[in-house]
C-alpha cells in the first residue's frame, strides 16, 4: 500500500507537472510575443508610411523655391538618408517576415508536440485507469485474502506476482514518463532557443525603432529648418517686395511727374514747333535763292574792292607825290627858318670857377648874366663892365644836356643831308673840351649826338636806310693827321674829288661804321690812345692842335630811292689864347703862328660866308679848306665860345667874346650882303694879320639899306634888327 500510496504522489505530481508544461508549452507565451510582434509590426508599418506620406509631401512642397540653395543641398542629404532608411525599413520588414514565418514555423511544431503531448496524456490516463483499476481490484483481494487469511501468504505471493507484473508496467510507464521528460527537455530547449531569437528580435526591433526615431527627430529637425528658412527666406521675398514696391511706387511717381512735365512741354513745344516748321521752310525756300543772290552779292562786292583799291592806289599816288613836296617843302621851309635864324649862330658857354683857378683876387668871378635875357652876358674888364650879346649864352650852370638841348636840331638836319659845323672856341682851360667830349660820366655833345643820330636814324628805319660813319683827324701845325689810322704820323692831304663834284676828300682817312653807342666809345679809345702814345703831353698837344670828330650820315629813301648824305663835324679848336711875340720862341711860337693863322682863316671864312662874299678863302688853312663843303652852301656852323669866368681871364674872355659878336654880329639881312671883314685886321689886340684877302671894304656897299648895323671893336651891346 505505501508503494501504492507512492505511486499515486507521483501519478499526482506528474500529472500536475503535465498541466504545468502544459500551460507552459501552452502556446500562449509564444502567441503572445507573436502577436504583440505583429503589433509592433503593424505600428512600424503604419509609421513608414506616415513619413513616407510627409516625404512626399515635402518633396513635393519646397523644392522650387530652394533650387540651388544650401537647404536644397541638405534636403538632398536627408533624402538620401531616408532612401537608406527606407532601405534599413525594407531589410528589417524582410528580417521580420523571416522571423514571422520562423514563429509559423515554431507555432506548427509546438501544435503537433501538443498533438503528441495530448496523446501521451491520453495513454497516461489510460493507463492511470487502468492501473488504479488494478490496484482496486488488488485492493479487493487484499480485503478478501486477509478475511481468509491462511490464504494471505498465498495471496501475498500472487500480489507479489501480480505486483512485479505492475512493477514492470511502473517501470515501463517510468520509461515513458523518462522519454516525456526528455521530449519537454528537448521542447524546453526550442522554446529557450525560440525565445532567445525572439530577444534579438527585439533587440534589432529596438534599434530600428531608436534609429527611426533619430532619423524622425533628424527628419524634424530637417523640417524645422528648412521651415525656419523657409519663412526667412519668405520674409526677405516680401521686404524685398516691400521695398522694391516702395522704390517702384516713388520712381513711378517720379515719372508720372516728368510725364506731366514733358506733356506740358510738349504742349508749349508743339506751336513753337509749328512756328520753326514755318521758319525753316521759309529759311529753305530763301537758302535756295542764296547761290544766286551771293554770286550777285560776292560780284558787286568784287567791283567795289576792285574800285576802292584803285582808289586807295590813286590815293597812295598822291599821298606820296604830296609827301614828296612836303619833303621837298619842309626842307626849304628848314633852310629858310636856319636862313632867318643865320646859319651861322654864336653862343657862349661860362665855365664855373674851378679848383684850378686857385684864390685870391686873381680867381673871383668877373662874368654876370641878365636875369631876363639868355643872350647877354657882363664882364667886368680892368674895373669897367662890359657887355656883350651873342644867340645864347650859357651860364656855369648849364649842364651838358642844357647844350646839348640848344644844338640838337642843328644835328637832326644832318640826317636830311645838311652839313653841319660846331666849333668850340676860348683859351685854353675855359672849357672847349668839356663841352665837346666831356667826361666818361658826363659825356659832351660829341657821344650825344652820335647817340641822338642813332635814335633818330632807328625812328626812320622803317622809310630810310642809313649808314654813319666816323673820322677822326687833328691838324697841328698845318698838317692833317689821321686819329684812327694806322700810322697816325702820316701827313694826310686834302684833294678835289675827281669826279668833278667840286667836293673835297681825304685820301687815307679812316672811316669806321658805327651802329651803336659802343661803337662810338670804341672809336673814340682807339683815338685817344692814338694821340697819347704819339704826344707825351697830350694836354698841351691837345690845345695847340685842333680835333675834327667827322660823321657822316648817308641815307637812301626806300620808297623814293632819293639819296642824302650829311656831315657834321665836331671840331674841339686850338686854344685861342695869344702869345706875345715877345714871350714867346722857337717851336711855341711856330705853333702860336699857325693857331693864329687858322683861327683867324675860320673867323674870315665865316665872315666871308656871311657876308655872301663870292669868294671865300677857304684855302687859308687847313681847317677851313677841310671843311670847305660844310661851311658852304646850306650849311649851318655853330661856335660856342667858351669863356673862363675869373678875374685873372679877363683879358682873354674879352677877346673870345669879341671875336664871337664879331662872327655873330655879320647878321645878314634877306639879299643882303654885308661884309665886316675890315674890322678883322683892325684890331688892335690881334697879333695876327688877317689872312683873309677877300675882306674888301668894297663889300659894304652891297650892305641893304637899313640894315645898317657895324660892328666895330669894342662895340658893346648892339641889337641887330635886320631890315624886313
Ligand atoms: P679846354 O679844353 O678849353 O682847354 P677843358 O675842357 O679841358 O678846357 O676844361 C678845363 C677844366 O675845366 C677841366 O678840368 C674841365 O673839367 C673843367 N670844366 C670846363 N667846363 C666845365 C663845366 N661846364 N662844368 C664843370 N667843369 C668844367
Ligand atoms: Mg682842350
Known amino acids: 500500500t505505501h508503494e501504492v500510496e507512492h505511486l499515486k504522489e507521483k501519478l499526482i505530481s506528474q500529472a500536475q507537472e503535465v498541466s504545468r508544461l502544459r500551460s507552459e508549452l501552452g502556446g500562449t507565451d509564444l502567441e503572445k510575443h507573436r502577436d504583440l510582434l505583429m503589433v509592433e509590426n503593424e505600428r512600424l508599418r503604419q509609421e513608414m508610411r506616415r513619413c513616407e506620406a510627409e516625404l512626399q509631401e515635402l518633396r513635393a512642397k519646397p523644392a522650387a523655391p530652394c533650387a540651388g540653395c544650401e537647404h536644397s543641398q541638405e534636403s538632398a542629404q536627408l533624402r538620401d538618408r531616408l532612401s537608406q532608411l527606407q532601405l534599413e525599413v525594407a531589410e528589417n520588414k524582410g528580417l521580420l517576415s523571416e522571423l514571422n514565418l520562423e514563429v509559423q514555423q515554431k507555432t506548427d511544431r509546438l501544435a503537433e508536440v501538443e498533438l503528441r503531448l495530448k496523446d501521451c496524456l491520453a495513454e497516461k490516463a489510460q493507463e492511470e485507469e487502468r492501473l488504479s483499476r488494478r490496484l482496486r481490484d488488488s485492493h479487493e483481494t487484499i480485503a478478501s485474502l486477509r478475511a481468509q487469511s491462511p490464504p494471505i501468504k498465498y495471496v501475498i505471493k500472487t500480489v507479489e506476482v501480480e505486483s512485479s507484473k505492475t512493477k514492470q508496467a511502473l517501470s515501463e510507464s517510468q520509461a515513458r514518463n523518462q522519454h516525456l521528460q526528455e521530449q519537454v527537455a528537448m521542447q524546453r530547449q526550442v522554446l529557450k532557443e525560440m525565445e532567445q531569437q525572439l530577444q534579438s528580435s527585439h533587440q534589432l526591433t529596438a534599434q530600428l525603432r531608436a534609429q527611426i526615431a533619430m532619423y524622425e527627430s533628424e527628419l524634424e529637425r530637417a523640417h524645422g529648418q528648412m521651415l525656419e528658412e523657409m519663412q526667412s527666406l519668405e520674409e526677405d521675398k516680401n521686404r524685398a517686395i516691400e521695398e522694391a514696391f516702395a522704390r517702384a511706387q516713388v520712381e513711378m511717381k517720379a515719372v508720372h511727374e516728368n510725364l506731366a512735365g514733358v506733356r506740358t512741354n510738349l504742349l508749349t513745344l508743339q506751336p513753337a514747333l509749328r512756328t520753326l516748321t514755318n521758319d525753316y521752310n521759309g529759311l529753305k525756300r530763301q537758302v535756295r535763292g542764296f547761290p544766286l543772290l551771293l554770286q550777285e552779292a560776292l560780284k558787286s562786292v568784287k567791283a567795289e574792292i576792285g574800285q576802292a583799291i584803285e582808289e586807295v592806289n590813286s590815293n597812295n599816288q598822291e599821298l606820296l607825290r604830296k609827301y614828296r613836296r612836303e619833303l621837298q617843302l619842309r626842307k626849304k621851309c628848314h633852310?629858310?627858318?636856319?636862313?632867318?635864324?643865320?646859319?651861322?649862330?654864336?653862343?657862349?658857354?661860362?665855365?664855373?670857377?674851378?679848383?684850378?683857378?686857385?684864390?685870391?683876387?686873381?680867381?673871383?668871378?668877373?662874368?654876370?648874366?641878365?636875369?631876363?635875357?639868355?643872350?647877354?652876358?657882363?664882364?667886368?674888364?680892368?674895373?669897367?663892365?662890359?657887355?656883350?650879346?651873342?644867340?645864347?649864352?650859357?651860364?656855369?650852370?648849364?649842364?651838358?644836356?642844357?647844350?646839348?638841348?640848344?644844338?640838337?636840331?642843328?644835328?637832326?638836319?644832318?640826317?636830311?643831308?645838311?652839313?653841319?659845323?660846331?666849333?668850340a672856341y676860348g683859351q685854353t682851360g675855359a672849357g672847349k673840351t668839356y663841352t665837346m667830349e666831356g667826361t666818361p660820366e658826363n659825356p659832351g655833345i660829341n657821344q650825344r649826338a652820335l647817340r641822338l643820330l642813332f635814335s633818330e636814324v632807328q625812328e626812320k628805319a622803317s622809310d630810310w636806310e642809313y649808314t654813319i660813319t666816323v673820322s677822326a683827324a687833328e691838324i697841328y701845325n698845318e698838317v692833317l693827321r689821321d686819329l684812327l689810322g694806322q700810322e697816325p704820323?702820316?701827313?694826310?692831304?686834302?684833294?678835289?674829288?675827281?669826279?668833278?663834284?667840286?667836293?673835297?676828300?681825304?685820301?687815307?682817312?679812316?672811316?669806321?661804321?658805327?651802329?651803336?653807342?659802343?661803337?662810338?666809345?670804341?672809336?673814340?679809345e682807339f683815338g685817344h690812345t692814338n694821340r697819347t702814345t704819339e704826344f707825351t703831353n697830350l694836354n698841351e698837344h691837345s690845345s695847340r692842335s685842333h680835333a675834327l670828330l667827322i660823321v657822316t650820315v648817308r641815307g637812301v629813301d626806300c620808297s623814293t630811292g632819293l639819296r642824302t648824305t650829311g656831315k657834321l663835324n665836331l671840331v674841339d679848336l686850338a686854344g685861342s689864347e695869344r702869345v706875345g711875340k715877345s714871350g714867346a720862341e722857337g717851336s711855341r711860337l711856330r705853333e702860336a703862328q699857325h693857331i693864329n693863322k687858322s683861327l683867324s682863316a675860320l673867323g674870315d671864312v665865316i665872315a666871308a660866308l656871311r657876308s655872301r662874299q663870292g669868294h671865300v678863302p677857304f684855302r687859308n688853312s687847313k681847317l677851313t679848306y677841310l671843311l670847305q663843303d660844310s661851311l658852304s652852301g646850306d650849311s649851318k656852323t655853330l661856335m660856342v665860345v667858351q669863356v673862363s669866368p675869373v678875374e685873372k681871364n679877363?683879358?682873354?674872355?674879352?677877346?673870345?667874346?669879341?671875336?664871337?659878336?664879331?662872327?655873330?654880329?655879320?647878321?645878314?639881312?634877306?639879299?643882303?650882303?654885308?661884309?665886316?671883314?675890315?674890322?678883322?685886321?683892325?684890331?688892335?689886340?690881334?697879333?695876327?694879320?688877317?689872312?683873309?684877302?677877300?675882306?674888301?671894304?668894297?663889300?659894304?656897299?652891297?650892305?641893304?639899306?637899313?640894315?645898317?648895323?657895324?660892328?666895330?671893336?669894342?662895340?658893346?651891346?648892339?641889337?641887330?634888327?635886320?631890315?624886313?
Open 650 to 724: 679877363t683879358s682873354e674872355t674879352l677877346y673870345s667874346l669879341k671875336f664871337a659878336e664879331r662872327v655873330r654880329s655879320v647878321e645878314l639881312g634877306p639879299g643882303s650882303r654885308r661884309t665886316e671883314l675890315g674890322s678883322w685886321s683892325s684890331q688892335e689886340h690881334l697879333e695876327w694879320e688877317p689872312a683873309c684877302q677877300t675882306s674888301q671894304p668894297s663889300a659894304r656897299a652891297h650892305s641893304a639899306p637899313g640894315s645898317g648895323t657895324t660892328s666895330r671893336p669894342g662895340s658893346i651891346r648892339r641889337k641887330l634888327q635886320p631890315s624886313a
Open 489 to 524: 704820323q702820316e701827313k694826310l692831304e686834302i684833294r678835289l674829288c675827281p669826279d668833278g663834284s667840286g667836293q673835297l676828300y681825304v685820301p687815307g682817312l679812316t672811316e669806321f661804321q658805327v651802329q651803336s653807342v659802343e661803337d662810338i666809345n670804341k672809336v673814340f
Open 335 to 423: 633852310n629858310e627858318l636856319v636862313r632867318l635864324k643865320g646859319n651861322i649862330r654864336v653862343i657862349a658857354r661860362v665855365r664855373p670857377v674851378t679848383k684850378e683857378d686857385g684864390e685870391g683876387p686873381e680867381a673871383t668871378n668877373a662874368v654876370t648874366f641878365d636875369p631876363d635875357d639868355d643872350s647877354i652876358i657882363h664882364l667886368l674888364h680892368k674895373g669897367k663892365p662890359v657887355s656883350f650879346e651873342l644867340d645864347k649864352v650859357f651860364s656855369s650852370q648849364a649842364s651838358q644836356q642844357d647844350v646839348f638841348q640848344e644844338v640838337q636840331a642843328l644835328i637832326t638836319s644832318c640826317i636830311d643831308g645838311f652839313n653841319v659845323c660846331i666849333f
